[in-house]
Nanobody, 115 residues
Framework: QVQLVESGGGLVQPGGSLRLSCAAS????????MGWSRQAPGKQREMVASFTNGDSTNYADSVKGRFTISRDNAKNTVYLQMNSLKPEDTAVYYC?????????WGQGTQVTVSS
């Protein structure tokens, strides 16, 4: 069983920054992959950024150059640094991880970009 707890969401003006955190209940080194997805109202959930195959990272084209995923293995935590935020980044952001044959999800944290 894996628990993922997100934090760090909130309301920010366009051009601003936020850092999301995802704390896992077990060693993140055990996960096959781990990252962030988001879901905006009326839209499908989409991958935002992830670690795969160890240290390899993947980003959605829409966030490349603005978002950075990082991790602290000692704290079992993954971060998403979001800079130059745009209104279209508004969504619920979910941490997720694949452990053995199952994918686990956090409860989500709301990010709202608005003036």
């Amino acid at each position: 069983q894996v628990q993922l707890v997100e934090s760090g969401g909130g309301l920010v003006q366009p051009g601003g920054s936020l850092r999301l955190s995802c704390a896992a209940s077990r060693s993140i080194a055990d996960f096959n992959d781990m990252g962030w997805s988001r879901q905006a109202p009326g839209k499908q959930r989409e991958m935002v950024a992830s670690f795969t195959n160890g240290d390899s990272t993947n980003y959605a084209d829409s966030v490349k150059g603005r978002f950075t995923i990082s991790r602290d293995n000692a704290k079992n935590t993954v971060y998403l640094q979001m800079n130059s935020l745009k209104p279209e980044d508004t969504a619920v952001y979910y941490c997720n991880a694949r452990f053995k044959i199952r994918r686990y999800w956090g409860q989500g944290t709301q990010v709202t970009v608005s003036s």
